[in-house]
T-cell receptor, first 112, second 114 residues
């Protein structure tokens, strides 16, 4: 089946640093999404990307849909302690409804 | 807060038992999907319900079944529990059949199978 490979698996950074994480797939997706999960919570949508090459921002977050449709990256600028959590990429195919394929996650830790 | 509520939040079962997990979708959302999240992994799609019918299923055996009710709430049932069923079970709702991939997740039900 389809698999999404996320890297890095974990990051431990200093507050104020920029962060970059990415996600690659062996097959194409029509939609890429980035979710964040905090302890004891379900994932929360951060950014959704619908077109190859699309670059979208949400505050300090920027994500891009790769032109091959097999990858996506997420950048966080000027990290703050509340950015701590696990970031998941997810891919969706057309007509797949709510069937998302999730990556394994990137655990982000921020040192104040 | 997403408006999706799940119960129970935690439960412990033994191998071979059966479990029912419940989910109330966000107001106005008519599609509910269930995901299994094993420790340290990303969520895996189990199935989706729309208009009280299952209309999408992931790679899970038939002992995983569900229901959706007229008020769009949903249940996940797992029979003949196995140790590997220990996981966080997430319910997600969306308006329509998920054309955008934008899901609203509950906080999950953590199942431990001994």
């Amino acid at each position: 089946g389809q698999q999404l490979n996320q890297s890095p698996q974990s990051m431990f950074i200093q507050e104020g640093e920029d962060v970059s994480m990415n996600c690659t797939s062996s097959s194409i997706f029509n939609t890429w999404l980035w979710y964040k999960q905090e302890p004891g919570e379900g994932p929360v949508l951060l950014i959704a990307l619908y077109k190859a090459g699309e670059l979208t921002s949400n505050g300090r977050l920027t994500a891009q849909f790769g032109i091959t449709r097999k990858d996506s990256f997420l950048n966080i600028s000027a990290s703050i302690p509340s950015d701590v959590g696990i970031y998941f990429c997810a891919g969706q195919l057309n007509n797949a409804g709510n069937m998302l394929t999730f990556g394994g996650g990137t655990r982000l830790m921020v040192k104040p | 807060e997403t408006g999706v509520t799940q119960s129970p939040t935690h439960l412990i079962k033994t191998r071979g038992q059966q479990v029912t997990l419940r989910c109330s979708s966000q107001s106005g959302h008519n599609t509910v999907s269930w995901y299994q999240q094993a420790l340290g992994q990303g969520p895996q799609f189990i199935f989706q319900y729309y208009r009280e019918e299952e209309n999408g299923r992931g790679n899970f055996p038939p002992r995983f079944s569900g229901l959706q009710f007229p008020n769009y709430s949903s249940e996940l049932n797992v029979n003949a529990l196995e140790l590997d069923d220990s996981a966080l079970y997430l319910c997600a709702s969306s308006p329509g059949q998920g054309a955008t991939g934008e899901l609203f997740f509950g906080e999950g039900s953590r199942l431990t199978v001994l």
